[in-house]
């Protein structure tokens, strides 16, 4: 197994092992605001998502690609995708009791290699998915390659704030007060280092935006959210050029 392949089981095992308290510490340690901040993902889709087919790629336990399908109507089809079938259980159970109909459904689905053709969605989301790709390179590679074009990816990620007072509050929250809390409600403290490890760790709004353009998607903007502890990334798959 390559080292790709063991960082993929490994953040698998990790999902796998809090699936079951990962709602709760989310709601808990945000203070609910991902639930706003998903809600706002969902207008980043500003023409509305009525007679759209949009993948949820890296879906946990579904919250964005329910927020998708309840915002739109029979014409949406939300397909959310995860790696971690302990994720997709809980995501199961939700959508069960939404009654969502055929708007929504969930599958397994590894972000490196999504079994879809090119071209066969008009959006593709991601919420505080991509961040955890063994290779985030690969992962956009393959979010862009299903998107048709025209059509507009959507990822919601944590970024770290650029006010020096709110960082400085914040980082003590984030690497102190939230592994511990997390640690006792999920009993897996090592899950909640690992959330800000990677945040601090991951590319910038702007080397992530830079990123998003060399894969050829054009549009591509940042909106900061909340002091800029999270934002979202959009960016639109060009029509390809004729001759
Ligand atoms: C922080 S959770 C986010 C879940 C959900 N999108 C949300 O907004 O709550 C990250 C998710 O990414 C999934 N994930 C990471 N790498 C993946 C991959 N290569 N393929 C599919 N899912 C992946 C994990 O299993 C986990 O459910």
């Given at each position: 197994?390559?080292?790709?392949?063991?960082k993929?089981?490994?953040?698998?095992?990790?999902?796998?092992?809090i699936?079951?308290r990962?709602?709760?510490?989310?709601?808990?340690?945000?203070?609910?605001?991902d639930?706003?901040?998903?809600?706002?993902?969902?207008?980043?889709?500003?023409?509305?998502?009525?007679?759209?087919?949009?993948?949820?790629?890296?879906?946990?336990?579904?919250?964005?690609?329910?927020?998708?399908?309840?915002?739109?109507?029979?014409?949406?089809?939300?397909?959310?995708?995860?790696?971690?079938?302990?994720?997709?259980?809980?995501?199961q159970?939700k959508?069960?009791?939404?009654d969502?109909?055929?708007?929504?459904?969930?599958?397994?689905?590894?972000?490196?290699?999504?079994?879809?053709?090119?071209g066969?969605?008009?959006?593709?989301?991601?919420?505080?998915?991509?961040?955890?790709?063994?290779?985030l390179?690969?992962?956009?590679?393959?979010?862009a390659?299903?998107?048709?074009?025209?059509?507009?990816?959507?990822?919601?990620?944590?970024?770290?704030?650029?006010?020096?007072?709110?960082?400085?509050a914040?980082?003590?929250?984030?690497?102190?007060?939230?592994?511990?809390?997390?640690?006792?409600?999920?009993?897996n403290?090592?899950?909640?280092?690992?959330?800000p490890d990677?945040?601090?760790?991951?590319?910038?709004?702007?080397?992530?935006?830079?990123?998003l353009?060399?894969?050829?998607?054009?549009?591509?903007?940042?909106?900061?959210?909340?002091?800029?502890?999270?934002?979202?990334?959009?960016?639109?798959k060009?029509?390809?050029?004729?001759g």
């Amino acid at each position: 197994m390559n080292t790709t392949d063991q960082k993929a089981q490994a953040v698998e095992r990790m999902f796998s092992s809090i699936a079951a308290r990962y709602d709760l510490l989310n709601h808990l340690l945000s203070l609910g605001f991902d639930i706003r901040w998903r809600n706002t993902a969902v207008a980043a889709f500003s023409g509305g998502v009525e007679n759209k087919k949009i993948l949820d790629v890296a879906c946990g336990t579904g919250d964005l690609a329910m927020a998708l399908a309840l915002a739109g109507d029979d014409s949406t089809q939300v397909v959310g995708g995860d790696f971690s079938s302990n994720m997709l259980a809980i995501g199961q159970e939700k959508v069960a009791k939404a009654d969502l109909g055929a708007r929504l459904s969930l599958e397994f689905l590894d972000a490196l290699n999504i079994g879809h053709p090119d071209g066969s969605f008009d959006g593709v989301t991601c919420a505080f998915g991509v961040r955890n790709f063994a290779d985030l390179d690969r992962g956009l590679t393959e979010m862009a390659r299903i998107l048709k074009p025209g059509g507009r990816m959507v990822i919601l990620e944590f970024t770290t704030p650029t006010n020096r007072v709110i960082a400085a509050a914040y980082r003590l929250y984030f690497t102190r007060i939230l592994p511990f809390i997390g640690g006792v409600i999920s009993g897996n403290r090592g899950a909640y280092e690992y959330l800000p490890d990677t945040v601090y760790k991951f590319p910038t709004p702007d080397q992530l935006s830079a990123r998003l353009g060399v894969l050829g998607l054009a549009e591509v903007g940042f909106t900061p959210l909340t002091f800029g502890i999270c934002g979202i990334h959009t960016g639109v798959k060009p029509a390809p050029t004729e001759g």
